[in-house]
Nanobody, 118 residues
């Protein structure tokens, strides 16, 4: 059974920083793309950033220059460094990974709350 477990959310003031981490565990053969998505109250879930197995990255326009996604293939982890946080970044952040275990599937973490407020 494959699991994604996120950590690192919390409350931060505008302009502050947070680092989210996500670890994949279980009977994993290969992990392809990994990424972070977020969902604010009353809004649809949206892409924040993704990173391919080779390190290629993609960011939402709203976070470019402020957020950095990285991964450690040896540890099956993906991180999201968030700087210059704004109140509009407040959301539940979800880790996503496309994993080949018994079959190829999209796995999601349980979500971690990020609140940006003074």
């Amino acid at each position: 059974q494959v699991q994604l477990v996120e950590s690192g959310g919390g409350l931060v003031q505008p302009g502050g920083s947070l680092r989210l981490s996500c670890a994949a565990s279980g009977s994993i053969s290969s992990i392809y793309a990994m990424g972070w998505y977020r969902q604010a109250p009353g809004k649809q879930r949206e892409l924040v950033a993704t990173i391919g197995s080779g390190g290629s990255t993609n960011y939402a326009d709203s976070v470019k220059g402020r957020f950095t996604i990285s991964r450690d293939n040896a540890k099956n982890t993906v991180n999201l460094q968030m700087n210059s946080l704004k109140p509009e970044d407040t959301a539940v952040y979800y880790c996503d990974a496309k994993i080949w275990a018994a079959a190829f599937r999209d796995y999601w973490g349980q979500g971690t709350q990020v609140t940006v407020a003074s």
